[in-house]
């Protein structure tokens, strides 16, 4: 299975079912460190699915995943955690009735208490990149603006030390102007070297930032293709998902 080696994460024939429904069929993707991977599609495509089903939070029925090259289909959420993988799911999965420093410690459980060395210069990290979130570390993180409370969501994540950083429709109801700066803020992560997914049903920024673009169509691909390789024609077709055409062919 382990066809390249330089992949942080790979995912061979994935299939997720709820019951009778078939929400993820023989999806297979590598990313690298330093690779970002965009993931579009209408709703219910099964994008959430791929996200939670290599995250964890989601059985997969059937299919491969292997971080680092070490299998981790059967692993339990926690060991996956360990193992560098990292989510902010959709609808951002924030503790409201916490402060902004709370939801970030949350993140860091994985952490060993007695590293508190470690514990602080992830806090220290999470700062520099969100200095927005260190004016409010002390305020609740249900007073938080809505494009606060995505880079929170983000910053959380990134608490527990991730090589593989998986983000679920991170701009989901942001203004055009808090959206930029979202991605702005994942673009200096990827300079950093984190592999990342990111899920997103409409966004110009997601293109700008994705080395690759998946188009998912009721569970499968509907097509790979290089971002920066793709014309105007093929993204309007991924964007507005235009029957008549068919997706981007180039080979992942
Ligand atoms: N827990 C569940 N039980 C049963 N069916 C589910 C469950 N979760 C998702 N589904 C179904 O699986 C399919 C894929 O859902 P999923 O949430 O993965 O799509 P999505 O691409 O993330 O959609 P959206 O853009 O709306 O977030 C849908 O048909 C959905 O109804
Ligand atoms: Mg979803």
Known sequence: MVDNPAAVLQVRGLTVRYGSV?????????????????????????????????????????GSIALNSRDITKAPVTERVRAGIAVSPEGRGILAGMTVEENLRLGAYSVRRRDRNVLGGRLAEAFAIFPVLGERR??????????????????????????????????????????????????????????????????????EVSDRLLQMRRGESAGIGRAA?????????????????PGPSAPS
């Open 229 to 245: 390789e793709m014309d105007a024609e093929s993204l309007a077709r991924l964007y507005f998902g235009a029957a008549a055409a």
């Open 22 to 62: 078939r929400a993820v069929h023989g999806l297979n993707l590598d990313v690298s460190a330093g690779e970002v991977l965009g993931v579009i599609g209408a709703n219910g495509a099964g994008k959430s699915s791929l996200v939670n089903a290599i995250a964890g939070a989601t059985r997969s029925s059937s």
């Open 138 to 207: 002390s305020q609740m993180a249900q007073t938080l603006s809505g494009g606060e409370a995505a880079m929170l969501s983000v910053a959380r994540a990134l608490m527990s030390g991730p090589c593989l950083l998986l983000l679920d429709e991170p701009s989901l109801g942001l203004a055009p102007i808090m959206r930029q700066r979202l991605f702005e803020r994942i673009a200096v992560l990827k300079r950093t070297g984190l592999a990342m997914v990111i899920v997103e049903q409409r966004a110009a920024e997601l293109l």
